[in-house]
């Protein structure tokens, strides 16, 4: 069964710093995977998302997240954190198969101090 | 082009009432989705569509709960009757399928209070 796991339900990190939010996968097959962003009382927005063409994916505001099948690895990161990025963030894998079932990480909040 | 639409955005009820939740896709896409959202179980798919066809239906809880997509732009969740467990943010999602398959739009969710 395809899952994901975000170690570290809440990251604190000071404006300018980096940011760095972690999420491990479990496929047997090639992953299709992504990460959102939800702000306070929002729906989830996609930050970006992984489909085997390359390894470093680039998202919107900033973010980036690497690939690494050796690692079973798809962590965030952006290299200086504004306050603007305080929210919740999801890692999730696409249930190969299918129409488009995502199965989500429980979630990290991120805590972004002046 | 206006993205998912869900109503109401809250909703406070009773146990025991019935409790309809509503949502609009953007349209041209093709799946639906009916995401549960707990602090203790955090983002659960219910169940979706596809084609306006329900395709998994197995998060859906129990028996109290049923969802129907009459046409390509509208779904309920019903769930009847209700209990204070089912508290939580209900979310709607679509997307396009195809090579875009994964990318979902989420609507503003509905925040359900069941006393």
């Known amino acids: 069964a395809q899952s994901v796991t975000q170690l570290g339900s809440h990251v604190s990190v000071s404006e300018g710093a980096l940011v760095l939010l972690r999420c491990n996968y479990s496929?047997?097959?090639?992953?299709?995977l992504f990460w959102y962003v939800q702000y306070p009382n929002q729906g989830l927005q996609l930050l970006l998302k992984?489909?085997?063409?390359?390894?470093l994916v680039k998202g919107i505001n900033g973010f980036e997240a690497e690939f690494k099948k050796s690692e079973t690895s798809f962590h965030l990161t952006k290299p200086s954190a504004h306050m603007s990025d305080a929210a919740e963030y999801f890692c999730?894998?696409?249930?190969?198969?299918?129409?488009?079932?995502?199965?989500f990480g429980q979630g990290t909040t991120l805590q972004v101090k002046p | 082009d206006a993205g998912v639409i869900q109503s109401p955005r809250h909703e406070v009820t009773e146990m025991g009432q019935e409790v309809t939740l509503r949502c609009k896709p953007i349209?041209?896409?093709?799946?639906l989705f009916w995401y549960r959202q707990t602090m203790m179980r955090g983002l659960e798919l219910l169940i979706y569509?596809?084609?306006?066809?329900?395709?998994?239906d197995s998060g859906m809880p129990e028996d109290r709960f049923s969802a129907k997509m009459p046409n390509a732009s509208f779904s309920t969740l019903k769930i009847q009757p209700s209990e204070p467990r089912d508290s939580a943010v209900y979310f709607c999602?679509?997307?396009?399928?195809?090579?875009?398959?994964?990318?979902?739009?989420f609507g503003e969710g509905s925040r359900l209070t069941v006393l």
């Open positions: 999602a679509s997307s396009r399928g195809g090579p875009n398959t994964g990318e979902l739009f």
């Open positions: 496929s047997s097959v090639p992953p299709y």
């Open positions: 992984y489909t085997s063409a390359a390894t």
């Open positions: 999730a894998v696409r249930i190969s198969g299918n129409t488009g079932k995502l199965i």
């Open positions: 349209s041209g896409h093709n799946s």
């Open positions: 569509f596809n084609n306006n066809v329900p395709i998994d």
